[in-house]
């Protein structure tokens, strides 16, 4: 799958409305604290990672290391959750394949 931005969630910001993942569920997942993350689901890339800074196979960092690709066919709608999210915390930047080797998932 291809992908040409990266979103993450500044959880300190994150006031745990869920507008994002009503808009964009295949890139935004809620945590058990309330509070968003993002993911990469098995339907778009190799495996499903969640990162919401848990342990193990399918979870990553949190914050700004649990960084998620964005398949390209879900660019408009995760953007226009990021627009939409009372927050403001949804932080989308072109891909950077040194960010994304680095987060440990």
Not at 38 to 64: C, L, N, Q, S
Request: aromatic residues 4%; negative net charge.
């Amino acid at each position: 799958m291809s992908a040409t931005l990266m979103v993450w969630i500044d959880q300190d910001l994150c006031t745990g409305d869920g507008i994002c993942s009503e808009i964009c569920p295949d890139v935004f997942e809620a945590r058990d604290d309330g509070l968003w993350v993002v993911k990469e689901t098995k339907d778009h890339f190799d495996a499903t990672i969640v990162f919401d800074g848990g342990d193990g196979a399918g979870h990553g960092p949190d914050m700004g290391r649990g960084v998620a690709r964005i398949p390209d066919k879900l660019i408009d709608l995760a953007v226009d959750a990021a627009e939409e999210c009372p927050g403001e915390c949804i932080m989308i930047e072109p891909l950077d394949q040194a960010t994304i080797d680095a987060r440990g998932a």
